[in-house]
């Protein structure tokens, strides 16, 4: 993450409620107060922060993801997912927790019957909405893009030990040791596969990176990623004329916009267990400086709205109204 403080509360209290039992969070040359935020979420418990500076003109997201793997609640981990962000697992099965998405894909003993699996895009465009709410995303942008664009052929992925995949990738792990996994790819336990069990052929343990799969198997019946790639128009705005953190080329052109704005189903399924979340969300934002500091950067997030449209920050009442609040939890 790299100044996506407003955004950060909702996201780890979202993960915990999901059953995810570690949050790793690596960060880079951020100027907002997010790495405070994560520290303290850390100094809770909550999370594990990683601050991983990354210089300029090198890419980002291999970097921190090799920092990330070196963690020790990485390496130790059952089961890892590489997310964002503004990436949102949601589950249709059972309680829509992560223990409902895996159950079905274990044998009685609890050894599960795959090695990986790769969860649908979802994504979710801008529903009109200009300026940025200090409100948790899930419950702001309800269009989304159906199955059948090509956008929801991307993928995201959840799969078992690091130390078996020669590194983690955004989308997916890439290669596979088979003399780690000490087992034959095609053996039992050593597929690849969607949500519903059906098998991935597309993923294979010399090959590189799963990004997409075949438009056939794109499917968000059971679970999918709800990827809220814009969020207010306001927001959006930051990505303009910047590097993606990947491959350092300007993606945030208007073709990107145009793909996640063909929102064309309304989707509120991550309504489903509002009490649930709101439960863990409030918990996170009583722990001890979450809420002043989770203030001030929204504040931050305003201020650089402002400079990159080219108007006083001070001029935004919103601003104003955050670093109130923050002043008044000191």
């Not at 780690?180 to 993923?203: Q, Y």
Request: proline share 6%; aromatic share 8%.
């Amino acid at each position: 993450m790299r100044n996506e403080g407003p955004f950060i509360v909702e996201w780890v209290a979202w993960y915990r409620r999901l059953g995810f039992t570690d949050v790793v969070v690596v960060t880079n040359n951020c100027t907002d107060h997010s790495p405070d935020l994560l520290d303290a979420l850390q100094a809770a418990g909550w999370v594990h922060h990683i601050r991983h500076d990354v210089a300029p003109g090198l890419p980002v997201t291999a970097a921190k993801l090799a920092a990330a793997r070196r963690h020790e609640a990485v390496r130790r981990a059952a089961w890892v997912m590489v997310c964002d962000v503004d990436e949102f697992l949601v589950i249709h099965r059972g309680k829509g927790l992560l223990a409902d998405l895996l159950a079905p894909h274990l044998n009685a003993d609890g050894t599960p019957q795959f090695l990986g699996m790769s969860i649908n895009w979802r994504v979710f465009g801008t529903d009109g909405q200009a300026r940025f709410a200090d409100v948790p995303v899930h419950r702001q942008f309800f269009w989304a893009c159906s199955a059948e664009r090509p956008i929801s052929r991307a993928v995201k992925s959840i799969h078992r030990a690091p130390k078996w995949f020669r590194s983690l990738g955004e989308h997916g792990p890439r290669g596979l040791s088979l003399a780690l996994a000490r087992r034959s790819w095609g053996d039992p336990g050593m597929v690849w596969i969607t949500p519903d069990g059906t098998v991935l052929p597309e993923w294979q343990p010399g090959g590189g990176y799963l990004r997409v799969v075949d438009p056939a198997r794109a499917s968000h019946a059971v679970a999918q990623i709800n990827h809220y790639m814009l969020r207010s128009a306001e927001t959006y705005s930051l990505k303009q004329g910047s590097l993606s953190p990947a491959a350092l080329k300007n993606r945030y052109v208007p073709k990107y916009f145009a793909e996640a704005s063909q929102a064309d189903e309304m989707d509120d399924s991550a309504l489903r267990h509002a009490a649930d979340f709101d439960a863990v969300h409030q918990a996170a934002m009583a722990l001890p400086g979450v809420a002043r500091l989770h203030h001030l950067c929204c504040a931050d997030h305003l201020r650089l709205i402002a400079e990159k449209a080219g108007r006083r920050a001070g001029d935004d009442p919103r601003l104003a109204a955050h670093l109130a609040q923050a002043a008044a939890l000191e």
